[in-house]
């Protein structure tokens, strides 16, 4: 996508002297911000902040990177960038230094960006994100002023509230959320392309602590000419927002990849298949499929890929993410069996056993393939589904070891049940479940309504 800088430039400073009405004598937008980090995310973010009106103080330990930026030169190559740091030299809007206390005392939030490379194991390396909070929460114990950190570096779920929020309260000797204000802004932001993503983002997410919107309202300000609405989101989900973003997109380019050598190998041209199957907005480029829950199952998903492996076995084409979409599948099929087994049971309750809701196919079910297990290992197993038949003249479905198990209503399931097993959803099966009379353990696979009923001990597949 091509960006014009000189018009997105134009067009920030005349949002400034709109805002001067507002803010008479400032020049500029009233939030100063300072960046710790001036690699890709941390001077693109410099850049862009800038041209919008914000002053920024730019941090970086590297006297290279701070000679550079405070002379409004790119230390980084990535297009469009020199344009935007000599703008923002011009307008007095850049600075940058390597003091820390100084960058804290001149500006009201910190945006850290920082990185946070692997480790040989795999694991995060966070060492460069404990030092900037060290240094930031050392400036701020000095400072009255509320002061706003943000953390937009690459961190698993779990670490703003592990390692960032107590590492700057330890340094600060002040408490988060009071005495200063701490959110989590993850970056979209790909190199060679990033202003372009800065200013043109699939989304815009902001991981919120506790309660403080005062964090939030500042974020929001700061994107606000963007034109893109916030998700606020708890901080967690945000923090592992990225790396769902990032797994997906690698999860396409191998899928791609894999389809692509099969095609090769059958003489097919793969840009043609893929232009194809991208051209489905309702099905494959789209929500569908994309709502965590239970195994897949039906007369076509397994059946294909089973097929499609197979073929690519025949041509010494290896298919592995084809591969472990089969496991993966097991994988869910075996967490939802390990959660029934947790609870203390000997009759266990089914409501749903056909593949999917409003329809009566059972081929290659999931759902069935839970039931036979239970009845297997000997335990007492009824079930609700008005779509499976009750005898060989009522339909295809009909399976003789499913049929006796079957029950007219879910009350009566669900009284005769110690563990129900949410497969599918049905029209009044809340009330059902809200009615239930004796303590019951639901292993939601569905995603149901909550039960609010005290009798009830909920575990929802994986929410």
């Known amino acids: 996508m091509e960006l014009d800088l000189h018009s997105i430039h134009h067009a920030s400073k005349q949002k400034v002297a709109l805002l001067d009405t507002y803010y008479p004598g400032t020049g500029t937008r009233t939030h100063r911000v300072s960046v710790f980090g001036a690699g890709y995310v941390g001077c693109v973010s410099s850049a862009c902040l800038c041209n919008d009106g914000f002053p920024v103080v730019a941090v970086d330990p590297d006297p290279f990177k701070v000679e550079h930026l405070a002379d409004g030169q790119a ?15 011009a307008g007095d809007l850049l600075n940058a230094t390597q003091s820390a206390a100084d960058a804290i005392n001149d500006t009201d939030i910190s945006f850290c ?53 107590p590492t700057l309260e330890r340094a600060s000797g002040k408490v988060a959320g009071r005495d200063f204000g701490v959110a989590y802004y993850p970056e979209f932001l790909r190199e060679s392309t990033a202003i ?15 309660d403080d919107t005062r964090s939030i309202d500042v974020l929001r300000e700061l994107v606000g000419s963007i034109g893109v609405t916030p998700h606020v989101i708890p901080m967690r989900s945000a923090e592992i927002v990225k790396y769902a973003n990032n797994c997906w997109h690698a999860v396409k380019i191998s899928f791609s990849n894999e389809i692509g050598n099969i ?52 041509m010494n084409v290896p298919t592995p993410l084809l591969d472990a979409a089969r496991l ?34 059972l081929r290659e079910s999931p759902l069935l393939a839970l039931v036979e297990g239970f009845l297997g290992k000997g335990k007492e ?83």
């Open 75 to 89: 230390p980084i190559v990535e297009p469009g960038l020199d344009e935007l740091l000599q703008n923002a030299h």
């Open 113 to 165: 960006c920082v990185g946070t490379p692997s480790l040989p194991d795999g694991t995060l390396d966070t060492n460069h994100v404990r030092q900037v909070c060290e240094d930031i929460g050392k400036a701020l114990r000095h400072k009255n002023d509320f002061h706003i950190v943000v953390m937009r570096s690459t961190i698993l779920p779990g670490t703003m509230e592990e390692i960032v929020i």
């Open 196 to 210: 372009a993503d800065y200013y043109k983002p699939g989304a815009i997410v902001f991981g919120q602590y506790a």
């Open 263 to 314: 095609c090769k190998a059958k003489d097919i041209d793969s840009h043609v298949v893929m232009d194809v199957l991208c051209s489905d907005t309702r099905l494959n480029i789209s929500r569908a499929y994309m709502k965590p829950g239970f195994a897949f199952g039906g007369s076509c998903l397994p059946k294909d890929l089973r097929a499609l492996t197979a073929l690519g076995r025949s």
């Open 328 to 361: 993966a599948n097991n994988v869910q099929i075996d967490h939802a069996r390990s959660l029934v087994d947790a609870a203390p049971h000997e009759k266990i309750g089914f409501i749903g056993v056909t593949f999917k809701a409003d329809t009566d196919d």
């Open 381 to 463: 197993v009824t079930i609700y589904d008005p779509n499976v038949a009750r005898d060989a003249s009522q339909g295809r479905n009909f399976l003789k070891h499913i049929a006796v198990l079957l029950r007219d209503g879910m009350d009566e399931v669900i009284a005769s049940s110690e563990v129900i097993v949410v497969g599918n959803k049905y029209p009044g099966l809340k009330d059902a479940l809200e009615a239930a009379g004796m303590p019951v353990t639901v292993i939601d696979l569905a995603r149901i309504e909550r039960p609010e009923n005290g009798n009830i001990t909920y575990h929802g597949l994986c929410w």
